[in-house]
């Protein structure tokens, strides 16, 4: 009876703490937000390209709300990971970027393509501009 509680408890620990395409789609006031000097539009175009480079599959987008969320298939290590990007006009000349990833698994031992990962490949493409 006593290894039954323990592996229902694992199972639920394990499984309880997956992430889905719904968590990311909530997760926006969690992620990190960066401010760059470019136009929506530009960040738009980047964050799509930086999506395709990483193999990042499109789950949702939406231009006009500036959201797009995607996911990484599994690798090494690593079940895949979620990725949310929400780009919103911060005044005149900067754009706010926000970018909230989690992975498949709590448990997985690599997070695949991060926030970190997006934002030192965005800031290239916003230094190109210059």
């Known amino acids: 009876m006593k290894k039954n509680f323990f592996l229902i408890l694992f199972i639920s620990l394990l499984f309880g703490a997956c992430a889905s395409i719904n968590t990311i789609r909530n997760g926006k006031s ?5 401010l760059y000097k470019t136009t929506p539009e530009n960040a738009w ?5 930086i999506f395709r480079e990483s193999g990042i599959s499109i789950e949702e987008k939406n231009q006009a709300a500036g959201t797009l969320i995607g996911s990484t298939p599994a690798q090494e ?3 895949g990971s979620y990725l949310g990007v929400w ?3 911060a005044d005149k000349d900067y754009v706010g970027v926000t970018v909230y990833n989690r992975r498949v698994l ?3 031992l690599k997070s695949g393509f ?3 990962n997006f934002f030192a490949k965005f800031v ?3 230094e ?3």
Do not use: F, M, N, P
């Not at 969690?30 to 960066?34: A, I, L, P």
């Not at 175009?45 to 390209?49: C, E, G, N, P």
């Open 30 to 34: 969690e992620g990190e937000t960066q």
């Open 45 to 49: 175009v980047y964050s799509l390209k």
């Open 77 to 79: 290590g690593s079940y």
């Open 87 to 89: 780009i919103e006009k």
């Open 106 to 108: 709590a448990t997985q």
């Open 114 to 116: 991060t926030s970190d």
């Open 124 to 126: 290239r493409y916003v």
């Open 128 to 130: 190109a501009e210059k």
